[in-house]
């Protein structure tokens, strides 16, 4: 099992650039987050999905899109870019359909948006 | 929202004294979970408490869970540096779909 993978591991961005940061996990998790993660700030929620097809917004989505059309991938779009996103984002997934369990995350993809 | 506070945010230790980290929720938990990140990595799984005034241990760690299931502490025994880090809590209330996590409490271990 190689768990939960995130690619890039390191990104850097322009001001109004658009990309993807990939996350699959091949553990059959129902349940899978995006967080991000500033100095002193802890984990916050961006989007959560309960399944394929389903997917919500979090704690700070402002900037970010997501879709899950499979059990294995969720993918978090940023569609332009801006400073304040950067940031270190991890993507986790858990059994069931909601976070009651061990979170499994993956190792992180660091942004910097210039 | 929900909000989850946890304090100190830092603490400086010698090798071998104790050292605890509080959490408190502003609304009931169905769950606490607690996670330990090194620097550079990720969060790690350590333990999930569900029932109101559980006490968990592991090795020279004991978590606890409070009556009123709003609160929670992780208590470490003689620090070792193996527990450097960044410790956080992390809860769900009840019905909810999202894991709220507090801001972390990062421990340093003087040799």
């Known amino acids: 099992n190689a768990g939960v993978t995130q690619t890039p591991k390191f990104q850097v961005l322009k001001t109004g650039q658009s990309m993807t940061l990939q996350c699959a996990q091949d553990?059959?998790?129902?349940?899978m987050s995006w967080y991000r993660q500033d100095p002193g700030m802890g984990l916050r929620l961006i989007h959560y999905s309960v399944g394929a097809g389903i997917t919500d917004q979090g704690e700070v989505p402002n900037g970010y899109n997501v879709s899950r059309s499979t059990t294995e991938d969720f993918p978090l779009r940023l569609l332009s870019a801006a400073p304040s996103q950067t940031s270190v984002y991890f993507c986790?997934?858990?059994?069931?359909?909601?976070?009651?369990?061990?979170?499994?995350f993956g190792p992180g993809t660091r942004l910097t948006v210039t | 929202g929900q909000q989850v506070m946890q304090i100190p945010q830092y603490q400086h230790v010698q090798e071998g004294e104790d050292f605890t980290t509080y959490c408190n929720s502003s609304t009931t938990l169905s769950n606490i979970q607690w996670y330990k990140q090194r620097p550079g990595g990720h969060p790690v799984f350590l333990i999930q408490l569900v029932k109101s005034g559980e006490v968990k241990k592991q090795k020279r760690l004991t978590f606890q869970f409070g009556e009123a299931k709003k609160n929670s502490s992780l208590h470490i025994t003689a620090t070792q540096t193996t527990d450097v880090g960044t410790y956080f809590c992390a809860g769900t209330g009840a019905g909810s779909y999202q894991l709220t996590f507090g801001k972390g409490t990062k421990l340093s271990v003087i040799p």
């Open positions: 553990m059959n998790h129902e349940y």
């Open positions: 986790a997934s858990s059994y069931g359909d909601r976070p009651l369990g061990e979170q499994y």
